[in-house]
């Protein structure tokens, strides 16, 4: 049986030090994961439990610079720690949740927050403001077999060369763990998914011309320019 049309390329990111790929299965994100930030955006972060929303794994920018979307005029920078995982399942406890992780990379939530915000208030689905083409810029993965499994360390993005953003792992409200056994209560989670775990406070619109630079310690940093 032939395919009707060219089957869809399935994305990956390079794994650093290495001509490796890691392929990339679904794109979850995590809403509001430190308190400063969801203080930031209105919310209070003692009430809620960890929410998911998901990004297309086409959606990946890596290496390339970031063309400003369509349809916005307010488009938001958010960095975060994206876990990578080898393998998956469904009701992994929290105590098996680190094995299932292959690696880390820094990542970049980008958000259409005009496009969000109408979705919230009006109690509609996030997608136009979230899984947009090229909204999750990506640097390479870094196996857990070098680095281990960082629980905490500065997170932190500059625009242009000033400080925008900086909180710290160990700040993040649902811990890697929680978040991994959380989701495989609603999803089958599988190898290749990728998991962002949510962004410090400091968020803030980019133009044409912005440098983003961001990393997080013990895992790597990501560049990318926006256009
Ligand atoms: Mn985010």
Redesign the pocket.
Same mark, same amino acid.
């Given at each position: 049986m032939a395919y009707v049309i060219d089957p869809p390329k399935c994305p990956a990111l390079p794994v650093r030090g290495s001509g490796d790929l890691f392929p990339v299965h679904r794109i979850y994100?995590v &809403?509001r994961n430190y308190a400063a930030h969801t203080i930031e955006m209105g919310y209070d972060p003692d009430k809620e439990p960890p929410f998911f929303f998901q990004k297309n794994p086409d959606n990946l920018l890596i290496g390339q610079d970031f063309p400003y979307p369509p349809a916005s005029g307010n488009v938001h920078f *958010?960095i *975060?720690l994206a876990v990578a995982l080898k393998s998956g399942g469904a009701g992994i406890s929290i105590g098996d949740s680190l094995s299932h992780i292959y690696g880390y990379a820094v990542a970049l939530?980008m958000t259409r927050r005009d496009l969000q915000g109408e979705a919230k208030k009006a109690g509609r689905p996030w997608e136009v403001g979230k899984a947009f083409e090229h909204s999750a810029p990506c640097g390479a993965l870094v196996p857990a077999s070098e680095i281990g499994h960082p629980a905490a360390g500065t997170i932190w993005l500059d625009v242009d060369g000033t400080r925008r953003q900086e909180g710290d792992l160990d700040q993040m409200i649902w811990k890697i763990p929680e978040l991994i056994s959380t989701l495989s209560g609603l999803f089958t989670l599988a190898p290749g998914d990728l998991i962002?775990t &949510?962004?410090p406070a400091g968020v803030g619109p980019v133009t044409r011309g912005n440098r983003l630079h961001g990393g997080v310690e013990g895992v790597g940093e990501l560049d990318v320019m926006v256009v």
């Open positions: 994100c &809403g *958010e *975060e939530d962002l &949510g962004t």
